[in-house]
């Protein structure tokens, strides 16, 4: 899910604890900032932290007044050929390569298991946008092609595409059959997005705040930031690629539900909207001496039942006569793509 | 005359005055607002005394023409206020691919769809509603504003890193542009500290105290960017059709609506911000819906705000319009909400109307003369602005607010981080530490 869904969903967890309501009446808004810090941190530990500090076997590094597909292909065939020869898995790294303050060069790589091939083909120039700059499409027509020595196989059927900021690692895991499976982004979800972490880090705050405020800051302090940080994990569990829920007792990912891709937007705002109305119906029930009075049904409808309906709606007539085709990608796709569009 | 005709002239006057003064370059309609109220609390009780049957209609109609319209100097000379920071970057993207109308008209596009959703949707359930929502939320603005800056904070995504071996020295490239938004973000909180506690302006334009750091802040960092780069605007192409469908219409409503809906309603949280939840609302990978949420954000923003005034059963006051009237006039009952909600929808088919034309005089102008000088010309028209309103003093203040707004200009950090100016002294205030902090900071 994106960034946000996850920070929405972390208040509205913090939302549930009286004790969060209470304090924030009193002017100390502690809990619900622990609840939404909480609610990305998973993916800010991933993408702002461990990133920088993930080794890599191989790192192709094109250089930028050089253009050249073949050694971008090349390399990428070495690295397959060591993790078939030595049977270990190899971390590979797509530098991007970047032609000014808001242009890069893009280019796309595609295994082919067939003819046991990988293909590198430079693309357009684009901006930070992801945006091409016109008249750059067809600047390097030239295709660079190099032999496997082993098959590749991906979890699902696209493109590596590199273009901004930093490039993605790759990793290539030997399989019983002799393959490799492909790993896009090795780095994600592999200890951080672990139910374990959440509650080692509520753990933490507690023994911190035991001194400060005492044992019930404590233990309240635990409880938000374990159940925030669970509820990012929770959620990317709906999604394809899954996470290592209990890191360090268990070693590699659960696969997810496939109920969702990460980028979808309805879900997102789905996840979002429902989020403010249960704070809303949370804060309802700590706010003294109301005037007015309303049920948790009376809520829903009228909150989201009633303009659920009249959008479906709409969304059927505006579009009776059109179709729009989504590209689906990878749950690891869109979070790093939408990560770095969003939070520029 | 009778009062139908004199509300219609007023609206269709405030609409096409806001209209033009939208497209000069740092001039923000609550300046001229703010002109506005001293003359009319001036010729109170004289026989030149203006009615309210004048005056609110009048406003409404600058409020809505501001928000159609300020999209033009923001995108086509790179001069936005904060409301309009995140429409910059796509649409400066758009004109520098000769796309420019286009860009300016998904925006105007983007604040109708913006009017038909607040008169339709908002306005009849806003008096049933909106009340029972201020007596739950009341005493929660606060930490909504620390939840907010919390997540402004941690969204921003490190630019550099890219290349090189893992380690220290590639965390440490890749945290610089970070570092950079958080000393902005503190910067500016510190200025507003200052502004907003022992304001150096004048007392008379004491209602004009942020404008010269906004200014800085946002504006003339961004004329200096376009002087000093010196990029060449492409030839223009007026677009014949959009390629708008309706799915993204409602796309861009329930992102931009989301957004601008928490900017208008919650106190300090500007369009900017609404901007960015919009922006986070919204699926990246198609600009049009981006643009155009933008544009439905900035007018449910400026728009939204102003007509909470009128809620009946809320009269909430948010926004700088709305306190501006409020000096003027109390709002009763029903008769001033359907007034109000009448004139935004004349205000808002009138100034919709003026985008195309207005755009394209523009991209005459921009064509026409070298776009250095252009932005040479708005700078200078900035800096007049702020002598004239506030003074040295303000020039003084707009040129610190300068130093801070160049920051993430260097780093390549966010600048939506600028808004701590607001952000940080109002939620210490309202959190109630504000007094402790003035005083460490040796203001109280």
């Known amino acids: ?344 | 005359m009778s009062s139908f005709w004199i509300v219609l002239l007023s609206v269709i006057g405030g609409t096409v005055l806001s209209s033009l003064l939208a497209c000069l370059p740092g001039l923000h309609v609550y300046n001229v607002m703010g002109a506005l109220v001293l003359l009319i609390l001036g010729l109170e009780g004289t026989a030149y005394s203006i009615p309210a049957d004048v005056f609110v209609p009048a406003m409404t109609g600058m409020v809505v023409g501001w928000a159609m319209l300020n999209t033009i100097p923001s995108v086509l000379l790179g001069t936005p206020d904060e409301s309009a920071l995140f429409t910059v970057l796509p649409g400066q993207k758009y004109l520098m691919a000769g796309r420019g109308y286009e860009g300016t008209m998904l925006t105007a596009l983007g604040g109708l769809a913006g009017a038909f959703f607040l008169i339709l949707v908002v306005a009849p359930c806003a008096p049933r509603y909106l009340p029972v929502a201020q007596q739950v939320l009341k005493g929660h603005m606060h930490w909504v504003l620390w939840v907010i800056i919390t997540f402004m904070l941690m969204s921003e995504w490190p630019k550099g890193g890219n290349r090189g071996p893992a380690g220290w020295a590639k965390f440490y490239d890749a945290w610089k542009t970070l570092l950079a938004g958080l000393a902005t973000f503190l910067l500016a909180g510190l200025l507003g500290f200052i502004l907003l506690t022992r304001s150096p302006v004048d007392h008379t334009v004491a209602f004009q105290n942020i404008m010269p750091a906004f200014v800085g802040l946002f504006a003339i960092p961004w004329c200096l960017l376009n002087i000093i780069s010196a990029a060449d605007v492409p030839k223009q192409f007026i677009a014949k059709s959009l390629d708008v469908n309706g799915d993204v219409i409602l796309r861009s409503v329930w992102s931009g609506g989301l957004g601008g809906g928490i900017a208008a309603y919650f106190p300090i949280v500007t369009g900017g911000v609404g901007g960015m939840l919009a922006g986070h609302a919204t699926a990246q990978r198609d600009e049009r819906i981006f643009i155009m949420g933008q544009g439905v954000s900035k007018f449910i923003y400026y728009v939204g705000s102003f007509m909470l005034l009128f809620v009946p059963g809320l009269y909430l006051t948010r926004g700088g319009g709305a306190w501006m009237i409020k000096t003027l006039y109390t709002p009763r009952g029903d008769a001033d909400y359907f007034l109000v909600l009448g004139c935004i929808s004349i205000a808002a088919a009138i100034s919709y109307l003026m985008m195309s034309p207005l755009a394209r005089a523009t991209l005459w102008l921009i064509d026409r003369f070298n776009y250095r000088h252009v932005s040479s010309v708005a700078l200078v028209i900035i800096l007049a602005m702020v002598l004239l309103v506030t003074g040295w003093v303000g020039l003084f203040i707009a040129i610190v607010g300068t130093g801070i707004g160049l920051l993430p200009v260097l780093f390549g950090s966010r600048r939506l981080n600028c808004l701590g100016i607001l952000l940080l002294p109002i939620a210490c205030n309202m959190s109630g530490f504000g007094e402790t902090i003035t005083g460490w900071l040796g203001l109280t």
């Open chain 1, 1 to 344: 899910m994106k960034g946000f869904s996850h920070f929405m969903s972390g208040v509205a967890v913090a939302s549930f604890g009286p004790w969060a309501i209470e304090a924030a009446l009193q002017g100390n808004p502690i809990y619900f900032i622990l609840g939404g810090a909480c609610g990305i941190l998973p993916d800010t530990l991933d993408f702002k932290f461990y990133r920088f500090f993930y080794e890599h076997d191989v790192y192709v590094t094109p250089d930028p007044a050089h253009l050249d597909p073949q050694y971008v292909a090349d390399e990428i065939a070495r690295a397959v050929a060591m993790a078939a020869d030595e049977k270990r898995y190899i971390r590979l790294k797509l530098v991007s390569i970047r032609l000014g303050a808001d242009f890069w060069q893009q280019y796309k790589v595609q295994f082919d298991n067939e003819k046991m091939t990988v293909t590198v083909k430079f693309g357009p120039v684009v901006n930070t946008g992801q945006v091409p700059v016109r008249g750059t499409e067809n600047r390097y027509p030239a295709v660079g092609c190099a032999p496997l020595k082993a098959k590749v196989v991906q979890t699902y059927d696209a493109q590596l595409r590199v273009d901004i900021f930093d490039g993605p690692t790759v990793g290539l895991a030997p399989r019983e059959d002799g393959g490799l499976e492909l790993e896009f982004l090795p780095w994600h979800r592999e200890w951080s997005h672990a139910l374990t972490v959440g509650i080692f880090l509520g753990i933490l705050w507690a023994l911190i705040s035991v001194f400060i405020g005492g044992w019930s800051m404590a233990w309240q302090g635990f409880v938000t930031i374990a159940a925030c940080y669970g509820v990012h994990v929770v959620e990317d569990q709906l999604g394809h690629m899954g996470s290592n829920l209990f890191y360090p007792f268990s070693k590699n990912r659960t696969p997810g539900l496939h109920w969702m891709h990460s980028g979808d937007g309805l879900p997102n705002f789905l996840t979002v909207w429902i989020s403010c109305i249960l704070i809303f119906w949370n804060l309802y029930r700590g706010q003294p001496a109301m005037t007015y009075h309303f049920t948790f049904l009376h809520l829903i409808m009228v909150s989201l039942v009633v303009p659920g309906v009249i959008f479906w709606v709409l969304r059927k007539l505006l579009n009776r006569a059109t179709t729009e085709e989504v590209m689906k990608g990878d749950d690891a796709d869109d979070e790093w793509n939408e990560m770095k569009a969003a939070g520029s």
